[in-house]
């Protein structure tokens, strides 16, 4: 037997178990939080509890969320084998390599821009700390570089992206596309605009004015 072949049937009370290691999901969308733990390791063959609240459960009642996961670790020198050599892992872009300069370039990188998007006090602030950061080392700028050749309206892709959670069900996210692009950026700045600078935006009708009015309105 070779050490690819070697498998859990039952991760409690395992001896093949030397801990477990937490992976952050490598999305923008990973609040800081969860970023900021990935790697960190827990020692024993008991699987560490859920990170943050679980936002789904399995059909056993087992609850998780999308931001990440505890990872099995395999004690292959207590076995009597050679670890094997890092994997790969699945992020936002694509598959990286475990331990490398490009996962810790990235993982680096999506802190930085979850710090700003959740601290900052304006979405101008946010936007001038992005610009700052997209030029401030050469990871962010490569990953920076990832980001804008994927989306062409990056980094405002992220913010229509937010802007489209906060409005009715059912307005749709080009709706929010056009009203962010028109200059109406948020909530706030929807509410507080008149019915006509709105109706001039292409697509934006009185039904869909009402409904934000309606149901946005603090």
């Not at 056993?60 to 395999?74: A, E, L, Q, S």
């Not at 920076?144 to 749709?172: H, M, N, T």
Request: aromatic share 10%.
């Amino acid at each position: 037997m070779n050490p690819d072949q070697v498998f859990v049937s039952s991760y409690e009370d395992s001896d093949l178990i030397s801990g477990w290691r937490y992976c952050a999901t490598l999305q923008l969308r990973t609040p800081l939080v969860y970023l900021e733990r990935d790697g960190e390791f827990s020692s024993g063959p008991q699987e560490p509890p859920l990170v943050g609240p679980a936002e789904s459960h399995l059909p056993d009642g087992t609850g998780f969320n999308p931001y990440g996961t505890w990872v099995v670790i395999i004690d292959h020198e207590g076995l009597g084998f050679i670890p094997p050599a890092p994997g790969q892992r699945a992020t936002q872009w694509g598959q990286i390599g475990i331990g490398s300069e490009e996962e810790r370039s990235l993982i680096s990188f999506l802190k930085s821009f979850r710090y700003i998007v959740e601290t900052a006090e304006s979405l101008d602030q946010m936007l001038a700390e992005l610009n700052e950061l997209s030029a401030s080392t050469p990871g962010n700028r490569h990953w920076w570089a990832r980001c804008s050749e994927e989306d062409p309206l990056w980094p405002d892709s992220y913010f229509i992206g937010q802007l489209w959670i906060q409005l009715p069900k059912g307005v749709g996210h080009s709706r929010a596309e056009k009203l962010y692009l028109a200059g109406f950026r948020t909530i706030e700045e929807i509410l507080t605009a008149s019915d006509g600078d709105l109706l001039r935006i292409e697509g934006i009708g009185k039904k869909a004015i009402n409904k934000i009015r309606t149901e946005c309105q603090t």
